[in-house]
């Protein structure tokens, strides 16, 4: 299982960025997609995430700016981030959990592992 993200990079403050992953590998499920980020000198956090059946979660301080969606059939999360300020600036992650894969055996696997995308970098300027 790997995820691949993309999308970050340099944006004045007021700004919008797109960050976007996929999953791949032989997955027939993912519980919950989300979006974690790491600032300097400070914790990884939760941003955002999406449960298969849509249901959204977000850190306080993003509420209203930030909107995750997913496509389950492509294994996709997407996170758009609007009136971005200074504060967002950190390394964005990727995270999936709750797997459903297939074996090469053709059995169904219930995997209860984190997976990570690398990060992506955000900066917001003044």
């Known amino acids: 299982v790997q995820l691949q993200a993309s999308g970050g990079g340099l944006v004045q403050a007021g700004g919008s960025l797109r960050l976007s992953c996929a999953a791949s590998?032989?997955?027939?499920?993912?519980?919950?997609m989300g979006w974690y980020r790491q600032a300097p000198g400070k914790e990884r956090e939760l941003v955002a995430d999406?449960?298969?059946?849509?249901?959204?979660n977000y850190e306080d301080s993003v509420k209203g700016r930030f909107t995750i969606s997913r496509d389950n059939a492509k294994k996709t999360v997407i996170l758009q981030m609007n009136s971005l300020n200074r504060e967002d600036t950190a390394v964005y992650y990727c995270?999936?959990?709750?797997?459903?894969?297939?074996?090469?055996?053709?059995?169904?696997?219930?995997?209860?592992?984190?997976?990570w995308g690398k990060g992506t970098l955000v900066t917001v300027s003044s």
């Open positions: 995270n999936a959990h709750g797997l459903t894969t297939m074996d090469s055996m053709g059995v169904q696997v219930v995997d209860g592992e984190d997976y």
């Open positions: 590998g032989s997955i027939l499920r993912i519980d919950v």
């Open positions: 999406i449960s298969s059946g849509g249901v959204t």
